[in-house]
């Protein structure tokens, strides 16, 4: 099943001539603190095989989506941008508007706050938060959570709140795999996939992992639970390149990606290599 088409949605590129990119900090993150483009991506992706991807946003600056967005518009790989802008201000709505009428605006495919580095962990249910979700909806696209753990109940409440966005959770809530235990994130993951305006990314494993000698099991556990409360239908693959890059190369990602997924047969691994993203992520159809 090696030839069956595969998307990837979760990848970022930087430039760090234009701004820096503040998080990557420390030893650990010293092998990617340099520029990545789409030049650096192209070769891998297409050596293995990738039709299309879905370029994610990195940092909280508004100057980052339109420089995204002309990528795309100038890209025949990158199908779709998920872009930020400030959930919270009240005009949300026009700035959403002005992104899509910007060059590649039609590439505009969801939005993302950093989630993850908010101090209060109930910040997606904050008032002016739920109202920026609801014109994310109101706008026609969707909203990547990245959250931690202990994040996961407000993000099940948020999505129960705005059943009408659809709510993709990157990097399958970044479990605590290194730590080789399941709970409580376990418990989060399943109550948000009970919820049917919900998808999952499995991407980031490998980071969450010992990047130094994680192994494909190590991975299982972590992986079946997403497919097993998502069910293949409402799960996607994802590369986080060049994150990834800290503990895999790209083609490593996407070849443990096909052994987990290998149980589902084929129309399974269908949806979470490619279906998937091209439904949630409304991306066009290949020509024949």
């Keep these: 099943m090696a030839s069956l088409p595969v998307i990837d949605a979760h990848h970022h590129v930087w430039d760090l001539a234009v701004r820096d990119q503040d998080w990557i900090t420390g030893e650990e993150l010293a092998p990617i603190r340099r520029t990545f483009t789409l030049a650096d991506l192209e070769p891998e992706a297409r050596a293995a095989g990738v039709a299309a991807t879905v370029l994610v946003q990195t940092v909280t600056v508004a100057e980052e989506t339109p420089e995204f967005l002309a990528l795309a518009d100038g890209s025949d790989l990158v199908a779709a941008v ?15 508007a002005r992104l899509r009428s910007l060059p590649g605006g039609g ?26 979700l609801r014109a994310v909806a109101a706008a026609g696209l969707v909203y990547d959570l990245i959250v931690l753990p202990h994040q996961l109940p407000a993000a099940v409440r948020a999505a129960a ?31 948000l996939a009970a919820l049917p305006n919900t998808v999952c990314k499995l991407s980031g494993l490998v980071t969450e992992a010992d990047p130094r000698s994680w192994t494909v099991e190590d991975l299982r556990p972590y992986a079946d639970t997403v497919i097993d409360a998502f069910g293949p239908d409402r799960v996607m693959f994802g590369s986080d390149w060049p994150v990834c890059r800290l503990a ?29 993203a091209r439904r949630v992520y409304r991306l066009e159809e290949p020509p024949v």
């Design 82 to 96: 998920v872009g930020w802008t400030d959930l919270t201000a009240p005009h949300i709505a026009d700035a959403l």
């Design 161 to 191: 709140l705005v059943p009408e966005l659809t709510f993709v959770l990157d990097h399958a809530g970044k479990p605590p795999v290194a730590r080789r235990t399941t709970r409580p994130w376990a418990d989060g993951v399943r109550a």
């Design 107 to 132: 590439r505009l495919k969801g939005i993302r706050h950093q989630v993850q580095g908010e101090p209060d962990p109930e910040w997606l249910l904050r008032p002016d938060v739920l109202r920026g």
């Design 248 to 276: 895999a190369g790209y083609a490593d990602v996407l070849d443990a990606t096909r052994e987990l997924t290998g149980r589902l047969g084929e129309d399974g691994q269908r949806s979470v290599l490619a279906g998937t």
